[in-house]
């Protein structure tokens, strides 16, 4: 489905209003976003909503003025610099900005409002085969409740930026099929791989963008690979990256990756943070497949 445009816009001067305080700017940061527990300090970020959710946004108090822009939906000023948006009705992609006043910064959120899971049949979402999820969440934990929606995919969508560096086509099902294709992810999972990309970048790799071997599986494909059913990638919240020559020794092998999975260790997982917390695990290459480094988000360490 395509972007929606009829536009809606409040200001957010720097005077409190009812409800929650928004929170205080970061130094050295301009507009970063917050929403749904998390901080993107990038230009883009995107979000993943039911059709009429409500969406709470705030950017950093002590910037100045702030307009605060949807092109759909129902959108209310709850405090200085926040916000909190209504989704529209209607499945697809929305896009909801905030702009300082003297024009110099702004921050874009992607929202898609989701095909709700109930609409599922046999296994099926509008001819696409999804599978079915396992019944009951692993060790009751709600990281793995199946998903309330999934995000439609199209020709005109598939190439949207969901972050700088990252699209939503990165993240289809490796199973083929025709469009409409379905895919489901989490933000926190998005926020880490860019999070991950500018510390690949900090520590002096020259890594243009990741290259997504294996992102979302429906449980379809996840069954026919032979994954484990409770796989990260069944939830949108894991990534395989292939990687690049990380230590610049002309070959592209597993040393490589336990670069990159070190990045991860080290410089990107908070253990004071659990939306950073998740899963690393290197691998080899193989006849079908170069190295590649898992990452995931699951609220908590994992390592293999």
Same mark, same amino acid.
Request: glycine fraction near 10%; hydrophobic fraction near 45%.
């Given at each position: ?16 209003? @009812? ?9 050295? @940061? ?10 993107? &300090? ?10 009429? /959710? ?19 939906? &129902? ?45 599922? %049949? ?29 995000? /439609? ?24 099929? &025709?469009?409409?294709?379905?895919? =489901? ?5 998005? =926020?880490?791989? /860019?999070?991950? !990309? #500018? ?8 890594? %243009? %963008? ?27 919240? @894991?990534? #395989? ?7 610049? #020794?002309? %070959? ?7 670069? !990159?999975? @070190? ?5 990107? /997982? ?5 939306? &950073? ?18 990452? #995931? ?8």
């Amino acid at each position: 489905m395509g972007l929606h445009v009829n536009a809606i816009c409040l200001v957010a001067l720097p005077l409190a209003l @009812a409800g929650a305080a928004a929170p205080a700017a970061a130094p050295g @940061a301009r507009l970063p976003l917050h929403y749904k527990g998390l901080v993107s &300090s990038t230009p883009l970020g995107a979000a993943f909503v039911m059709p009429g /959710e409500t969406l709470a946004v705030a950017v950093p108090v002590g910037v100045g003025e702030v307009r605060f822009e949807a092109t759909a939906g &129902s959108l209310t000023a709850t405090a200085a610099h926040a916000w909190r948006w209504t989704a529209p009705t209607a499945p697809g992609m929305y896009r909801l900005r905030a702009v300082s006043a003297d024009l110099r910064d702004t921050v874009t959120l992607h929202a898609f409002v989701m095909v709700p899971a109930a609409a599922v %049949r046999d296994g099926y979402l509008n001819g696409y085969h999804i599978g079915r999820y396992p019944a009951a969440p692993l060790h009751g934990l709600a990281a793995y409740r199946p998903p309330r929606g999934f995000v /439609e995919v199209t020709p005109e969508n598939e190439n949207v930026y969901l972050t700088p560096h990252l699209q939503l086509g990165q993240f289809v099902t490796k199973q083929g099929g &025709s469009f409409p294709k379905y895919v =489901v992810l989490d933000e926190r999972l998005l =926020v880490k791989l /860019e999070d991950l !990309l #500018d510390q690949v970048h900090r520590a002096g790799y020259d890594v %243009r %963008r990741f290259r997504i071997m294996s992102g979302y599986r429906t449980p379809y494909y996840n069954h026919a690979i032979g994954n484990v059913a409770y796989s990260r990638h069944i939830y949108g919240a @894991a990534a #395989d990256i292939l990687v690049d020559d990380m230590n610049r #020794d002309g %070959r592209i092998d597993g040393q490589d990756a336990a670069v !990159l999975a @070190a990045v991860v260790e080290h410089r990107v /997982e908070d253990p004071a943070h659990r939306a &950073s917390l998740g899963g690393i695990g290197a691998y080899p290459r193989t006849a079908t497949h170069g190295p590649f480094v898992h990452v #995931d988000v699951r609220g908590f360490r994992a390592r293999w």
